[in-house]
């Protein structure tokens, strides 16, 4: 890689470091993360929910042993008791299956490992109820004390949203309460101290996820961006293509695609240089981007080839995309003269495409149909020609 396109990639992940709008919401609920975050959050978090699992799993029953030196029998027998168990199911997590495949399996693991010390600390509360706060044992009930902050602390390592962090954290704060009604030392106004602590080391693991979340995001993107043009690049355009794909079918949703190809593109690098070609396929993408909705994907395919993703779009949703195409235009060429296109549009249903590939060679098929019906057009399903 040379020097100058290592600075640009550099560049490109500090610049999605800084904070807008758009990406603060995307911090806070995370509702338009593309499926190749989606993928790799899944997976980070897996593995940390497994290494948290692991540590606990050592720890929990080794605490068994202050316990013993503490407490009498009748209370370190049923806390051993309860260490074994949520041991157990540490162990089970530990070594779950570390490939999932949906948000709520994810989600189902994170909250096992976060309920086991939540309802540990709750009947550990009563088990100690008429222990004496008094040399060893009234140290160990002040650590036990601890357990909720430790636990809200613990969301911290873990890439969350902050809406997911907030979520994960507030049946702690009920069990805290629920706790300190057990051992009657529930009063709002001399706890007000213990819940604003909770509540600060609640934003510090929310600040702490989101900021994993962000450098995640942009280490992600980098990796799936084309240099160039900043639109995905094939492998991943081809990973997001096969998921959207997949979710359209199982839930019978329309999937556009339209394969856009510029129209004498080799005359820009052979009159102007293959610079000034480059800066018109920078321009184009923009231009392509800024009449895309969000949700829209913007592949770059090859060469001058790019794929645009329209998820939940019919036919007649991708002919408004192609006219609003038409109204805001492609960019210039450098003679100033406008650019233009050929567009092959397919459509999952209308086309009853059986799998993504033969979704793209359709929409390639329409493009050539498109160049061969005399360039700058459209030719979408059913063979219905919009020019450009
Ligand atoms: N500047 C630049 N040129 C590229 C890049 N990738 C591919 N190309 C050039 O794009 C040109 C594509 O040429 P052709 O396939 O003949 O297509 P065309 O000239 O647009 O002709 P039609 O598609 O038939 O209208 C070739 O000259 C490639 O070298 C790139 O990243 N930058």
């Given at each position: 890689m040379s020097l100058t396109s290592r600075f640009s990639l550099d560049t490109q992940l500090f610049a999605s470091l800084r904070f807008d709008r758009a990406r603060v919401v995307d911090l806070l609920v995370g509702w338009w993360h593309s499926a190749q975050v989606r993928r790799q959050r899944r997976a980070l978090l897996v593995s940390r929910v497994q290494l948290m699992a692991v540590v606990f799993a050592v720890l929990v029953p080794l605490w068994i042993v202050p316990d013993v030196i503490a407490f009498p029998a009748a209370q370190w027998l049923p806390l051993a008791g309860m260490r074994l168990a949520s041991s157990v199911v540490f162990l089970l997590l530990a070594y779950s299956h570390a490939r999932v495949h949906s948000g709520w399996e994810v989600s189902l693991r994170l909250g096992v490992l976060l309920t086991v010390p939540t309802v540990f600390h709750v009947l550990?509360?009563?088990?100690?109820?008429?222990?004496?706060?008094?040399?060893?044992?009234?140290?160990?009930?002040?650590?036990?004390?601890?357990l909720p902050f430790v636990v809200v602390a613990g969301l911290a390592v873990f890439p969350l949203t902050g809406l997911e962090t907030l979520l994960y954290a507030l049946p702690i704060f009920a069990a805290f309460r629920q706790a300190a009604l057990i051992t009657g030392e529930f009063s709002l106004p001399a706890n007000i101290g213990t819940l604003w602590l909770l509540l600060l080391v609640t934003g510090v693991a929310m600040v702490s996820g989101m900021s994993q979340l962000q450098y995640m995001i942009a280490l992600v993107r980098q990796a799936s961006a084309d240099a160039l043009t900043g639109a995905?690049?094939?492998?991943?355009?081809?990973?997001?293509?096969?998921?959207?794909?997949?979710?359209?079918?199982?839930?019978?949703?329309?999937?556009?695609?339209?394969?856009?190809?510029?129209?004498?593109?080799?005359?820009?690098?052979?009159?102007?240089?293959?610079?000034?070609?480059?800066?018109?396929?920078?321009?184009?993408?923009?231009?392509?981007?800024?009449?895309?909705?969000?949700?829209?994907?913007?592949?770059?395919?090859?060469?001058?080839e790019f794929l645009v993703i329209l998820n939940h779009t019919d036919v007649s949703g991708a002919r408004l995309v192609v006219n609003r195409l038409r109204h805001a235009g492609l960019g210039q060429r450098p003679d100033g003269s406008a650019l233009t296109a050929s567009i092959g549009v397919a459509e999952r249903l209308a086309d009853s495409a059986q799998d993504w590939p033969e979704l793209v060679d359709l929409a390639d098929q329409r493009m050539y149909a498109a160049k061969e019906a005399g360039r700058d057009r459209a030719v979408l399903p059913q063979h219905t020609a919009v020019p450009c």
């Open positions: 550990a509360c009563s088990v100690l109820l008429d222990v004496p706060r008094s040399g060893f044992a009234g140290v160990l009930l002040q650590i036990y004390a601890l995905l690049n094939r492998h991943a355009g081809v990973e997001t293509l096969e998921l959207l794909f997949r979710v359209s079918a199982s839930h019978n949703t329309p999937l556009a695609l339209m394969f856009v190809d510029l129209d004498h593109f080799k005359q820009i690098n052979d009159g102007w240089g293959h610079e000034a070609g480059d800066a018109v396929l920078r321009g184009m993408a923009a231009a392509l981007r800024g009449s895309l909705r969000r949700g829209d994907v913007l592949v770059r395919w090859g060469g001058e």
